[in-house]
């Protein structure tokens, strides 16, 4: 269960940094698509707390 909730949590990360990369740099070539500089970012959001 504990791998479950993390895979999941990892995927929302990406999502998540995918959308704030797309509305901060909408005008980038990057706009569309996941910049892999972006995966290595900090989440703007305080830490999840569903554990």
Known sequence: MQGIRRAVREVFE?????????AAEWHSPFS???????????LPTKEYSGE
């Open 14 to 22: 990406v999502i998540w940094r995918c959308l704030g990369m797309r």
């Open 32 to 42: 569309g698509r996941c910049d892999p500089a972006a995966l290595s970012t900090p």
